[in-house]
């Protein structure tokens, strides 16, 4: 058996860097042209001053970074990155890209087997979850023009903008008190009959709800409209479904049936930025494809992925970094699912002790890893003030104490329907959100939760 432990980039870094400059080597040695030589002072200076600089961010890497959705690569995915980066293929065409365009399928066969799809999917890497997405409604609209995009009210925001860049109207739907697209409100919208896609968010940005698939589907085709999936936060969460609610992991599972699907890699699958991925269940999707390109397909007959995107150049080492790390980490629920698991048992566990606190009270139960609080204040001002005390006190404290949160913007008809009045004396106030992507927040969750708590006191009587 082998045995396991913590690796850092630092240890692994020899290996690609040497591997890759004794391939290079075996097509012999040429001389670098002095335009671009350097001053290695100079460099070093300058990467000096770098690490200066990037001194001036939020440790999205640590356990007490309990923020926005932020978290590094794993040292496998940066080590087989930075391999591939030195070649740098493009995985546009073969001819640029042979291993990485072979790497590419491997993982995208295994993407598509974690959400059931058949084996003659389409689909390909793309630069972010937004080309991802993009890409999806652009083939919707081709498949029915003129037709509307809905989406719930609390859809990520690109796909208002797509709409606009499309060309297409889109229609917010109303959500229920949990953050989910309402059935009703979606039926009466298709029933227009000018709905042409329906976008089903699978982990919202803000709230982590889960929109009901299930029931989407067969609602969406009746009115003959296509179902688009957005998972590009919580595609990974398909391999802990079981762990999951099972009012939740029904619609996990219902992604087969589902036309399309996003997921970010550069999410929940340890990944650095640059790596989202959109799948459809229909090879026919092709036909909507064809470009002339002259200069670029030459070495070989097979389908290039540049054939079937929207976007050219992307980066070879994307695909290098992502097959890596699902050979480390397998699409399981003992592969990567058990790095997502804790920060959904996290999630749970400070939901809990939130809903038991005298200061804090929750804003919904969390569906994946993200939650949302507030303090038990009286009115929206007094919540906007206090939550925003909070947020700032919290992070301002020396480092090693420091807890960092992130807010979240609602109306006091939200709070309403989760059961909370306050004096509307505001139109909005901010409340507590924390996305709890890293395994490592799980054991830290009793600690965080106390500093919160004493935080939330001190922000109470500041503003008071
Ligand atoms: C992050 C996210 C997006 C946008 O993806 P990018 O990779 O940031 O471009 C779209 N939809 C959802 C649900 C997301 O969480």
Not at 226 to 232: K, S
Not at 359 to 372: G, H, S
Request: charged share 20%; with cysteine.
């Amino acid at each position: 058996m082998s045995q396991k432990r913590a690796v850092t980039l630092a240890e692994l870094l020899e290996q690609p860097v040497q591997g890759i400059q004794t391939l290079k080597d075996t097509y012999g040695s040429w001389d670098v042209h002095e335009s671009q030589h350097v001053d290695p002072d100079q460099v070093q200076a300058v990467l000096g001053e770098l690490v200066e600089r990037l001194d001036d961010n939020f440790p999205y890497f640590h356990p007490q970074y309990a923020g926005q959705m932020l978290k590094p690569p794993h040292p496998v995915a940066m080590a087989a990155y930075l391999a591939t980066m030195q070649l740098n293929p493009n995985n546009h065409s073969i001819d640029a890209s042979r291993a990485t365009t072979a790497m590419e399928h491997e993982v995208l066969d295994q993407l598509a087997a974690m959400f059931g799809y058949p084996v003659d999917y389409m689909g390909h890497l793309t630069w972010s979850g937004t080309t991802a997405n993009l890409e999806a409604l652009w083939v919707s609209r081709e498949i029915a023009p003129g037709k509307a995009i809905a989406h719930s009210a609390d859809a990520h925001y690109t796909h208002a903008r797509m709409g606009e860049v499309l060309g297409i109207d889109t229609v917010g739907i109303a959500t229920e008190a949990d953050g989910r697209m309402s059935l009703d409100a979606l039926e009466r919208e298709l029933a227009t009959g000018r709905v042409g896609v329906v976008v089903a968010t699978l982990g919202t940005t803000g709230l982590g709800a889960v929109d009901p698939l299930a029931e989407i589907i067969p609602l969406a085709k009746a009115h003959g409209a296509r179902v688009h999936v957005d998972t590009a936060y919580g595609g990974f969460f398909s391999l802990i479904a079981e762990d999951l609610a099972p009012e939740t992991a029904r619609h996990f599972r219902a992604i087969a049936q589902a036309d399309s699907v996003v997921v970010d890699p550069h999410k929940h699958g340890l990944q650095p930025y640059g790596c989202g991925a959109v799948l459809f269940n229909d090879q026919s999707m092709l036909r909507y494809y064809h470009h002339e390109s002259p200069y670029t397909y030459f070495a070989s007959t097979e389908r290039h992925f540049g054939e079937i995107q929207l976007e050219c150049s992307r980066a070879g080492a994307s695909a290098a970094a992502l097959w890596a790390t699902l050979k480390v980490f397998p699409l399981t629920r003992e592969g990567l699912g058990a790095i997502v698991l804790p920060g959904y048992r996290a999630a749970q566990t400070w939901h809990g002790l939130i809903a038991e606190s005298d200061i804090l009270q929750p804003y919904q139960r969390p569906e994946l890893d993200i939650i949302t609080y507030l303090p038990r204040v009286r009115t929206m001002a007094e919540l906007d003030r206090v939550s925003h005390a909070i947020f700032e006190m919290a992070a301002d404290t020396t480092r090693p104490q420091q807890t960092h949160l992130a807010t979240y913007v609602v109306t006091p008809q939200q709070l309403a329907a989760r059961g909370i009045e306050l004096e509307p004396d505001a139109e909005r106030a901010r409340i507590m959100r924390s996305v709890l992507m890293k395994p490592e927040h799980e054991p830290l969750i009793p600690e965080m939760h106390h500093h919160v708590q004493m935080w939330s006191r001190r922000a109470y009587s500041v503003t008071h």
